[in-house]
């Protein structure tokens, strides 16, 4: 294996579990990786990795870095609310230039709007602490995806819809010539109205989220819905939806009824069991980049294939 | 006092607490007036009152009343689902014949949507439940200023500003000719994007919230931000942000940090101490009436005049 840079930063919430981000530091560099962190990643203002100006020239430096990969330390809360200032064209250069961006959660922000100021792909994926951090090791699987990614060798990916949700794969014929986009449902909802909402027509749109009740996640899906961008997608890719807690007065409204309820209102296919979430088995994921997906029984693939040629 | 015909309905959440459900309208008919209850009021389907057709023809019904105030069982969730089956239409030939459309919460949906789409005035107030049925009783404010709709002869409100936001005031010299929009910001900023989102240029923008932690409460009132409409009101209003708990990582971060950052970021004066949210003492507010606004020192007065002569 070639060793790859990788650049770590702190776009978002401080760093609270340390001993989890110095973990995940370890394992890369265990992987024969060189491993440059940041000089503001453990920064704490407020709930924040360093007030606005910090983290915004950590963005930065990341984009500077000419890594192969600049990688997050942590999601949190920190990115909407600096959206008027980050350095999108030198983050898209630095993409041009072989840097690839991968996060997840909060990092939805930077993702979308950046796919909406200038089309450049990054990718939802891990993150250090969470991810490379557990305690109990990271997931063979993300591990993986995320190997490809800095091997230039990821294609695509496969995985199997839950039997229950069989039948929403019914009539579904494969798309191709679509664009990937999503990530986290809450931030996604969090940016329609504003023009860091990317106008992605014919796309998948994949969603995940965490410690959000149903009917949030319903109230969300419906906002999509009626501002109209549910009815431009060929297809939705639901991942996990995780850390909810149910409370007796839902009286069977979950989120099977959610995504249920979401197949008789939209056209595009409501496909369930994606690999991706806040859950330690996650695969990468392209926002912005042409897919195809098809499928096979219950067995979906999807396949981007090369974007660059390391 | 004349005798006034309330209507009380269900458009949103299952009613659970059914003895405060009945104190409330007990108290209402101790004042004096004809309570009808519709007749799904207490119906539950999963966290709804009554299946979305079962709702929507409740509200149907309201509309249909000819009651001198249609008054909601109480908030929770349930009418961003159903905002594209609304009888908007029959619901402001309502309000047009003397029907005054009262509640808050999950209701700012259906006003917010009657606003854009009729530009009809409805109210955001009490509840039965947990406003009339509290308890250890209604509260006084709350009462009078509902006698006051009743009876045509509320005319506005005042307030005082806390004293640790009294710089808020200073350089603000009053307005009129605004519109008055606003109500619970979780599901007014689950509106933007749609059509239901009403587009109000000059306004004063009154918001609440309930159980939302400061860093969410701050990512809507960025997504409001972003998309345009904090620059476009004339002043904001904030009522009482109840419910969220602090955890230590928040270090010092909080709803004033929140709202003193909002004050350097828009140029509308932002006002707080509204007596309005998910607390006892709430005043009745006009969705989409003109008001004026003055202050005298730290006390604030809104006014709206009359609008029926009932």
Redesign the interface.
Known sequence: MKKKHIYIYSPSS?V?DKAAFRRGVKRLQALGHEVEVDEAALD?????AGDDATRLAAIGRAAASRADVALISRGG?GL??I??AIPYKAVAKAIERGTEFVGLSDFTALQSALLAKTGAVSWQGPAVGEDFGAEDGPDDIMEACFDDLLHGQGEGSGWRVPKRDAESLSGFRGLHGATLWGGNLCVL?????????PAIDKGVLFLEDVNEHP?RV???L??LR??G?LARQKAVLLGHFTGARKVP?????DMQ?VAARLRTLIKAPVLTGLPFGHVPTKVLLPVGAQVEVAADGRDVFMVWGHRHAH
């Not at 909802?189 to 909402?197: D, E, K, N, V």
């Not at 007065?249 to 409204?253: A, N, T």
């Open positions: 401080a609270r704490t203002h407020q709930r924040f809360y909407t609310r959206l008027d909802a969090s940016l329609l109205g504003t023009p860091y909402f009917y319903e109230r969300m419906d906002q009626h501002a961008v007065h839902d009286r069977g409204f009824t």
